[in-house]
């Protein structure tokens, strides 16, 4: 009862921490004035879109994902870039009319086979096309998606977007996991509900099944959760693609 006690402590001031605000990466980063900001290249940013991440000196700028990454969380802000995005692109001008860029016959990776939702992909679900249209968020890279999970029925032959595809979920709503927390040298564990699915670096809400007190949950693995001072990097420098055993 002792260690459930000090670990329900440690709880309660381990969760402001990780109280931050979801985004979501826009499909089409647009920069209008050579300074380029956290709203312009998320969704969801609110009152902290006009905080600059970078400068754009020339017509496009390629981002370092991760560092993008790092300045929204330092903002308050969290995107898990389930993609596993290593750069982003940002480009001057007005925004796109659609999330299509048609540029004729445009060589884009496709999918060699017909694939279920949730079916993780493999290196030889892609191949290399031609198409008339491109996504806009068409990966230029096979890495990008590979070890992610489809998140719709995705058919043969049609052009591979991001949007086709996410970090599998290793842990499900409903589900006893392990919660640990570790600050310090001491460290902690105990069971709680799942109050829903997860991949690995995202928060989730669990329940203490015990105390049956609720907090906010990193995903580290299968069945597995972490809150405390670790947890916010563990967002940070854990990949979001894991291999489920």
Known sequence: MKLFAILAAALAV????????PVVLKADIVDLDGVVTLGEIFDGAGPVGQTPVATRPQATVMLN??????????AGLDWANAQGLRTI???????????????GNVEVLTWA????????????????????????????????VIGLAARRPLRAGAAVAARDVSAPQVVKANE?????????????????KAL???????????QNV???????????????AAVGPQAEQLKLNRSTRYALR
Request: aromatic share 2%; net charge neutral; proline share 6%.
């Open 176 to 192: 006893v996991v392990t919660l640990t927390y570790d600050n310090g040298g001491v460290s902690l564990a105990l069971q709680a």
């Open 113 to 144: 086979r017909s694939i279920q939702a949730g079916e993780m992909i493999q290196p030889e679900d892609l191949i290399w096309g031609k198409a008339a249209l491109a996504p806009a968020d068409a990966p230029n890279d096979p890495d990008a």
């Open 89 to 103: 692109v940002v480009r001057g001008g007005a925004p796109a009319a659609s999330a299509v860029a048609a540029r």
């Open 14 to 21: 381990a969760t402001p921490a990780l109280a931050a605000t």
């Open 196 to 206: 829903s699915g997860g991949a690995v670096g995202e928060t989730i809400n669990v």
């Open 210 to 224: 015990t105390s049956k007190k609720t907090v906010q949950a990193v995903v580290i693995g299968p069945g597995q």
């Open 65 to 74: 994902a991760q560092a993008v990454r790092v300045a929204a969380a330092r």
